[in-house]
């Protein structure tokens, strides 16, 4: 049995509120992991590029700080996208959305606690193994920084 998914869900499919069931809606998470990695790319492409023409755009002066410049660009990417669409644009082609525990899209503040969240796993390399691995083997998906959260990446609703 299917079911829909939509925004400002008070309650889920089973009555209780929150994120759909792994095994009652499969299809909210078949894939994700893989359309997850692929979004990742395309997203740091888009960052890369967007470093690299700021930095011709300077005469060459952005490059004396190009990881400065894409830790920022890339803040503040993945704050807005996340935070209007619940997704970038990365997730957006691929057709994924992030949703917090209770299965709203986020807010701006989700999706800034989510970016910090993401950018201490990727500090560390031990810990982001840990967290890819979670992507694809617990029940929901998450990540370490979507455990956190309690948030899950899920195939957007139509």
């Known amino acids: 049995m299917t079911h829909s998914f939509t925004d400002g869900l008070n309650s889920n499919l089973n ?12 299809q909210f998470y078949n ?11 395309i997203d740091v ?9 700021f930095s011709v755009l300077t005469l060459g002066i952005g490059f004396l700080i190009l990881g400065f410049l894409i830790a920022v660009i890339d803040l503040i990417y993945r704050t807005l996208t996340i935070g209007s669409n619940s997704a970038t644009f990365g997730m957006s082609l691929m057709g994924i959305e ?7 899209r986020f807010s701006m503040v989700h999706a800034l606690i989510h970016t910090l969240l993401f950018y201490a796993m990727l500090a560390f390399v031990v810990v982001q193994l840990i ?6 083997g617990i029940r929901y998906g998450r990540g370490l920084h979507d455990f956190i959260l309690g948030s899950a990446m899920i195939n957007r609703p139509v």
């Open 15 to 26: 009555g209780s509120g929150g994120l759909p069931d792994p095994e009652a809606d499969a």
């Open 31 to 41: 894939g994700v992991p893989a359309k997850r990695l692929v979004a990742f790319i």
């Open 45 to 53: 492409v888009l960052v890369w590029g967007a470093a690299i023409l």
């Open 98 to 104: 992030l949703r917090t525990f209770n299965g709203d």
């Open 131 to 136: 967290s890819v691995i979670m992507m694809g």
